[in-house]
T-cell receptor
Framework: EPEVTQTPSHQVTQMGQEVILRCVPI?????FYWYRQILGQKVEFLVS????????KSEIFDDQFSVERPDGSNFTLKIRSTKLEDSAMYFC?????????????FGSGTQLSVL | AQTVTQSQPEMSVQEAETVTLSCTYD???????LFWYKQPPSRQMILVIR????KQQNATENRFSVNFQKAAKSFSLKISDSQLGDTAMYFC????????????WGLGTSLAVNP
């Protein structure tokens, strides 16, 4: 089965530093998502992306966050100035069409630790 | 706002036995989708089963089946003939129908299958 690939698997950074989390969605997929999972808390939606623009974003996705699809294959999440509370597992997901019934494929996640 | 509640933080079952994980949700919509995702120690999110709210028939996927009670807003997962590989976190999730809709997640149930 095709896979969504995320790198790195673990990222440690100092508070206030910028981080970029990278994702390679499945090649023929058109809809991309970022979710995060703080330890012990619910998985939370961050942002959805289609046709090179944000489709929807949550209240968590403030000006410190941005997403980009720079080269047609990678899909990145940037956090400009990390805070302690950004420590979480970040999941990238993709699907071929936007239809909710279409299967959503998740990557293995990037564990971000902000010190 | 839509919410998903999983009231069992942890459960355990003996290998080859049957276990049922509970999920309730709240929405005023009449049509939507419900999902169960599995997250093994590898942390990858894997779709187990999905149910369309307008379908009365309960979804089944091999050893996995759901009991969907729309009036009660209940969506439980039954795992038959439990296997050691079923040990994982199980998340219940909700999504509206339509294009490019986000998933709303429960807190998860940690299932341990004991030999």
């Amino acid at each position: 089965e095709p896979e969504v690939t995320q790198t790195p698997s673990h990222q440690v950074t100092q508070m206030g530093q910028e981080v970029i989390l990278r994702c390679v969605p499945i090649s023929n997929h058109l809809y991309f998502y970022w979710y995060r999972q703080i330890l012990g808390q619910k998985v939370e939606f961050l942002v959805s992306f289609y046709n090179n623009e944000i489709s929807e974003k949550s209240e968590i996705f403030d000006d410190q966050f941005s997403v980009e699809r720079p080269d047609g294959s990678n899909f990145t999440l940037k956090i400009r100035s990390t805070k302690l509370e950004d420590s979480a597992m970040y999941f990238c997901a993709s699907r071929k069409t936007g239809t909710t019934n279409e299967k959503l494929f998740f990557g293995s996640g990037t564990q971000l630790s902000v010190l | 706002a839509q919410t998903v509640t999983q009231s069992q933080p942890e459960m355990s079952v003996q290998e080859a036995e049957t276990v049922t994980l509970s999920c309730t949700y709240d929405t005023s919509e009449s049509n939507y989708y419900l999902f169960w995702y599995k997250q093994p120690p590898s942390r990858q999110m894997i779709l187990v089963i999905r149910q369309e709210a307008y379908k009365q028939q309960n979804a089944t996927e091999n050893r996995f089946s759901v009991n969907f009670q729309k009036a009660a807003k209940s969506f439980s997962l039954k795992i038959s003939d439990s296997q050691l590989g079923d040990t994982a976190m199980y998340f219940c999730a909700f999504s509206f129908t339509g294009n490019n809709r986000k998933l709303i997640w429960g807190l998860g149930t940690s299932l341990a299958v004991n030999p």
